[in-house]
């Protein structure tokens, strides 16, 4: 079912799931065990975005995509998915939220980033790794011994044009885009390259139906009746930031079995890791140690674990793990039961970006949202505003679960290895496509919350949940989806880094 954009500015949320359901090709009789408590038109956070709506509707798919699955492989009906909207919210800000032994979220931006002027406007700036920071500093001409201030940035961006900037920033290791107007993006010849449903599930290769028996179609292991919905799925990650581990994130919630792969050689970011890891094992391997003693056993280990997955997430940038020989094809070729491959990505796969690397700030940023979301706010913006949560981020993590269940679905049904794709770039275009709030409508009107968003003390205390972790203990928002009998939720508890052994909890039949 295809719905011309304009049709969607009048859509609910279950209008949402029913047109993203349908896109998937999922059974459409799941859609009556779903439950939207809240599902209305009108501002729901301080923004001129529908992101109430993208936030229940993102969680709600994923949830009763994980349900279907639940509900084939025992062969039953569909159990009841409920998602409050104002859970679904509370989740969509959850690495915010928390609070580690009591004190609040770490500051997640790096020192030198943000919004910085330009001859021509502005661009904006990703810190948060060492890497992107060296490589900006190196760009401006400034000295990359930790000197520099935020100011010397400043002074140092007002030399530049704003594309210019973009382009040598990209080209040598930072991350930084332009601030543009959505003509501006529209312009670009990546905007038309980017496919307008957010997300897109291609076969790659067949299985010899190991995977697909009855009772076992998705995992080697069945869930047992009234036990969590994926349970003996088995998942291997390689992803940072948000939006791939809210993926992995998402099914460790509904009982697979993550393995959240991270190098030794790579910067962490463990204020966003304390959130995003929950539900997970850890283990640290190193892809590129060719000169150390046993060279390459880190690989062959991924490789194993990869021969025996069912889903295979990464959210690296495009290119980089094929190049290390982990193609989705090439990890197709090595699984003979199918696997799911599900890509992350900032501007999808297709297109002169294609290949860029980026975050939800700065596809904010380069595609109009920050400007068309100043312009609605008005009272002296400097011509950009973010939205209120990191909004791309958080619904493509959703859909990407969403749509490795619907791959799933597939390959239990006909086999075969399936990659999905999802982009940050094609959350946005769905967003936009929602329409947005009249003017300052959506910041007066979000809930009477005016425009500032409640902080996790002034929330409701039944949204979180207080568990002991690897680091102290943990006051975290709850996972918003309620599936009767099911009970999502995770079992495991965040740790420091490569604290698990790389092997599977379940034996494979």
Same mark, same amino acid.
């Given at each position: 079912?295809?719905?011309?954009?304009?049709?969607?500015?009048?859509?609910?949320?279950?209008?949402?799931?029913?047109?993203?359901?349908?896109?998937?090709?999922?059974?459409?009789?799941?859609?009556?065990?779903?439950?939207?408590?809240?599902?209305?038109?009108?501002?729901?956070?301080?923004?001129?975005?529908?992101?109430?709506?993208?936030?229940?509707?993102?969680?709600?798919?994923?949830?009763?995509?994980?349900?279907?699955?639940?509900?084939?492989?025992?062969?039953?009906?569909?159990?009841?998915?409920?998602?409050?909207?104002?859970?679904?919210?509370?989740?969509?800000?959850?690495?915010?939220?928390?609070?580690?032994?009591?004190?609040?979220?770490?500051?997640?931006?790096?020192?030198?980033?943000?919004?910085?002027?330009?001859?021509?406007?502005?661009?904006?700036?990703?810190?948060?790794?060492?890497?992107?920071?060296?490589?900006?500093?190196?760009?401006?001409?400034?000295?990359?011994?930790?000197?520099?201030?935020?100011?010397?940035?400043?002074?140092?961006?007002?030399?530049?044009?704003?594309?210019?900037?973009?382009?040598?920033?990209?080209?040598?290791?930072?991350?930084?885009?332009?601030?543009?107007?959505?003509?501006?993006?529209?312009?670009?010849?990546?905007?038309?390259?980017?496919?307008?449903?957010?997300?897109?599930?291609?076969?790659?290769?067949?299985?010899?139906?190991?995977?697909?028996?009855?009772?076992?179609?998705?995992?080697?292991?069945?869930?047992?009746?009234?036990?969590?919905?994926?349970?003996?799925?088995?998942?291997?990650?390689?992803?940072?930031?948000?939006?791939?581990?809210?993926?992995?994130?998402?099914?460790?919630?509904?009982?697979?079995?993550?393995?959240?792969?991270?190098?030794?050689?790579?910067?962490?970011?463990?204020?966003?890791?304390?959130?995003?890891?929950?539900?997970?094992?850890?283990?640290?391997?190193?892809?590129?140690?060719?000169?150390?003693?046993?060279?390459?056993?880190?690989?062959?280990?991924?490789?194993?674990?990869?021969?025996?997955?069912?889903?295979?997430?990464?959210?690296?940038?495009?290119?980089?793990?094929?190049?290390?020989?982990?193609?989705?094809?090439?990890?197709?070729?090595?699984?003979?039961?199918?696997?799911?491959? &599900?890509? *992350?990505?900032?501007?999808?796969?297709? #297109?002169?970006?294609? %290949? $860029?690397? /980026? +975050?939800?700030?700065?596809?904010?940023?380069?595609?109009?949202?920050?400007?068309?979301?100043?312009?609605?706010?008005?009272?002296?913006?400097?011509?950009?505003?973010?939205?209120?949560?990191?909004?791309?981020?958080?619904?493509?993590?959703?859909?990407?679960?969403?749509?490795?269940?619907?791959?799933?679905?597939?390959?239990?049904?006909?086999?075969?290895?399936?990659?999905?794709?999802?982009?940050?770039? &094609?959350? *946005?275009?769905?967003?936009?496509?929602? #329409?947005?709030?009249? %003017? $300052?409508? /959506? +910041?007066?009107?979000?809930?009477?919350?005016?425009?500032?968003?409640?902080?996790?003390?002034?929330?409701?205390?039944?949204?979180?949940?207080?568990?002991?972790?690897?680091?102290?203990?943990?006051?975290?928002?709850?996972?918003?989806?309620?599936?009767?009998?099911?009970?999502?939720?995770?079992?495991?508890?965040?740790?420091?880094?490569?604290?698990?052994?790389?092997?599977?909890?379940?034996?494979?039949?």
């Amino acid at each position: 079912m295809a719905h011309p954009d304009k049709l969607r500015t009048e859509y609910t949320a279950k209008d949402f799931v029913r047109e993203v359901w349908a896109q998937l090709d999922l059974p459409s009789s799941a859609l009556d065990a779903l439950s939207l408590p809240g599902d209305e038109q009108g501002p729901a956070v301080p923004s001129s975005f529908k992101i109430g709506l993208l936030a229940q509707g993102a969680i709600a798919t994923s949830a009763l995509a994980a349900a279907s699955v639940y509900a084939a492989r025992n062969e039953r009906s569909v159990p009841k998915v409920i998602v409050p909207l104002h859970h679904a919210l509370a989740e969509f800000r959850s690495e915010r939220l928390y609070r580690l032994n009591g004190e609040p979220t770490p500051h997640l931006w790096g020192p030198l980033g943000g919004l910085h002027p330009t001859r021509d406007g502005h661009i904006r700036i990703h810190d948060n790794f060492p890497n992107h920071q060296q490589g900006i500093l190196r760009v401006l001409g400034l000295p990359q011994d930790g000197s520099a201030t935020r100011e010397d940035v400043t002074k140092a961006t007002r030399e530049w044009n704003k594309v210019d900037l973009e382009t040598a920033a990209l080209e040598n290791g930072a991350c930084a885009y332009a601030l543009r107007s959505y003509e501006e993006w529209d312009a670009l010849p990546q905007a038309p390259a980017i496919d307008p449903f957010p997300i897109s599930i291609r076969r790659i290769g067949d299985s010899d139906g190991t995977a697909t028996a009855p009772r076992s179609s998705v995992a080697a292991t069945p869930p047992r009746d009234g036990d969590k919905c994926l349970r003996g799925l088995r998942v291997l990650e390689l992803s940072r930031v948000i939006a791939a581990p809210v993926a992995g994130r998402t099914l460790a919630a509904h009982g697979a079995d993550v393995l959240w792969v991270t190098s030794p050689k790579l910067p962490a970011l463990p204020a966003l890791d304390i959130d995003t890891s929950r539900g997970k094992r850890t283990i640290q391997l190193d892809l590129d140690d060719d000169d150390a003693e046993g060279a390459g056993k880190d690989k062959e280990t991924l490789l194993e674990l990869a021969t025996t997955c069912d889903v295979f997430i990464q959210g690296y940038r495009p290119g980089s793990l094929a190049a290390r020989g982990l193609s989705p094809e090439a990890l197709a070729s090595r699984n003979p039961g199918g696997i799911v491959v &599900g890509n *992350m990505s900032a501007f999808g796969p297709k #297109g002169p970006w294609a %290949g $860029r690397r /980026g +975050f939800d700030s700065l596809v904010q940023t380069c595609s109009g949202m920050n400007m068309s979301e100043a312009a609605h706010y008005g009272a002296g913006e400097e011509g950009a505003r973010p939205t209120p949560c990191q909004a791309l981020d958080h619904a493509a993590g959703y859909f990407l679960a969403a749509g490795i269940c619907a791959a799933l679905h597939r390959r239990a049904a006909d086999g075969g290895s399936y990659v999905v794709d999802v982009s940050l770039a &094609g959350v *946005m275009i769905y967003l936009r496509s929602l #329409g947005q709030y009249e %003017g $300052r409508s /959506g +910041f007066e009107g979000a809930g009477g919350g005016g425009v500032d968003l409640p902080s996790a003390v002034e929330m409701d205390p039944g949204l979180f949940e207080t568990r002991r972790t690897g680091f102290g203990e943990l006051r975290g928002v709850r996972h918003s989806a309620a599936v009767d009998g099911c009970a999502p939720g995770w079992d495991e508890m965040p740790r420091p880094l490569g604290s698990d052994s790389p092997v599977w909890l379940l034996p494979r039949n």
